[in-house]
């Protein structure tokens, strides 16, 4: 029997026959699932930055003639990485950028859940007792989710202690019926804990112990909404870092869900290091480009064009791209007008000559009046 391909498997085999075997990256959770099991055959570099992480894929590349792979951290990341990449393209290196936006559909939960509780018995595990309302969970929270579009969905979790140290749990949708596809809950489950209060599996379907679980909206086609898995962290394994088992009162003490509210461009800004950050309405902001900056070895050099602006000449070299306050370049001046460039000399001149001008024009006038008041008293 053959087994399926992945995605996974189809992207190492392209990659492999395009000679991009090398990669070079600053990786985050985005890529853990891209990289885990990474094959044997390739070669990762690890960056601490985006910037010097596309210097030495260029650098690769021009020493040794062979396509370089860039991985980078989501859309931030990519802007972090701009004015490098102007300088590969500047440079005709071989360089493939890739960069995965951010997972929205991660939830994570700090919570604890009353030790002594005392346990139900009678709860049948994946029933749906505690979303139908036959069983009372005994701590229970509704959480808001982002979908595709932009707006927020409400999931309930619900707990209950079913045995020592284990609880039961299910997520149902709390919003419009219509909007999903079967019947709540959407997700059901039971947990376990160390003797210690600290989570021992969060899935205890899993016989590898985890401290997430997968959770799947069944979003209908009247929704109009993509499909969503939403991954529940509950925290490490065998670590206090997010739901335990303690004897205090149950409570959620914080929440955090990836994604945001639709948000619209409300402006933008540059800072000192070039970076041109969009503001959203929605209260968020991104860095979305970082502007290059070009140095001469003779800035004297440069020919003077039209509308106060220089050009490369014979005279000054080459530009010389790179990063604001890096080596020989200077800082970007946000919101400032630069100083005047005119010739101090030729507009004086060219003011003076107006200003004759007007004069001249005045006695004109002043000729023409004298001539009509003696004409008017010779009539007379």
């Known amino acids: 029997m053959t087994s399926q391909l992945t995605v996974w498997d189809v992207t190492y085999d392209l ?12 990786p985050g959770s985005t890529e853990q699932t891209f990289l885990k099991n990474f094959p044997g055959d390739f070669s990762y570099i690890l960056g ?8 030495m ?6 020493s040794t003639g062979k396509p370089a792979l860039v991985n980078l ?4 990341g990519l802007g972090n990485g701009m004015g490098a990449i102007f300088n590969a393209q500047a440079n005709k290196s071989p360089v493939v950028v890739t960069a995965g936006q951010q997972y929205r559909s991660l939830m994570t939960l700090q919570a604890n859940l009353q030790s002594s509780t005392a346990i139900n018995s009678t709860y049948v595990q994946g029933s749906g007792a505690m979303t139908s309302g036959a069983v009372t969970p005994d701590f229970t929270r509704t959480i808001n989710v982002y979908d595709s579009q932009g707006g927020t969905q409400p999931l309930q979790v619900s707990y209950l202690k079913t045995g020592a140290n284990t609880w039961s749990y299910e997520v149902s949708y709390q ?9 709540n809950p959407i997700a059901q489950g039971s947990m376990s804990f160390n003797s210690d209060g600290t989570l021992a599996n969060a899935d205890n379907s899993s016989a590898t112990p985890t401290g997430s679980v997968a959770i799947t909206i069944p979003w209908s086609a009247s929704s109009g909404l993509a499909a969503q898995t939403v991954s529940l962290n509950m925290g490490t394994v065998g670590q206090s870092d997010g739901v335990t088992q303690y004897d205090s009162a149950s409570t959620l003490t914080s929440s955090n869900v990836d994604g945001a509210l639709f948000g619209s461009v409300s402006g933008v800004s ?10 959203f309405t929605n209260g968020l902001s991104q860095k979305i480009y970082k502007l290059p900056i070009a140095t001469f070895a003779n800035e004297d050099g440069l020919a003077a064009v039209s509308g106060n602006a220089y050009a490369q000449s014979a005279t000054s070299g080459g530009a010389i791209v790179g990063e ?3 080596g020989a370049a200077g800082t970007v001046q946000s919101g400032s007008l630069e100083s005047s460039t005119v010739d101090l000399a030729t507009e004086f001149t060219n003011l003076i000559t107006t200003q004759r001008a007007y004069e001249a024009s005045t006695r004109i006038i002043t ?3 004298d001539m009509l008041d003696q004409l008017l008293q010779m009539s007379h």
């Open 48 to 55: 601490l930055q985006e910037a010097s992480v596309l210097a």
């Open 15 to 26: 990659l492999r026959e395009l000679g991009l075997t090398t990669m070079f990256g600053n």
């Open 175 to 183: 919003g419009a019926a219509g909007n999903i596809t079967g019947n």
């Open 270 to 279: 540059i800072d000192s290091n070039g970076y041109v950050t969009a503001n």
């Open 57 to 62: 894929a260029d650098g690769f590349a021009q």
């Open 367 to 369: 000729t023409a009046s």
């Open 73 to 76: 951290h989501t859309a931030p």
């Open 324 to 326: 604001a306050d890096t």
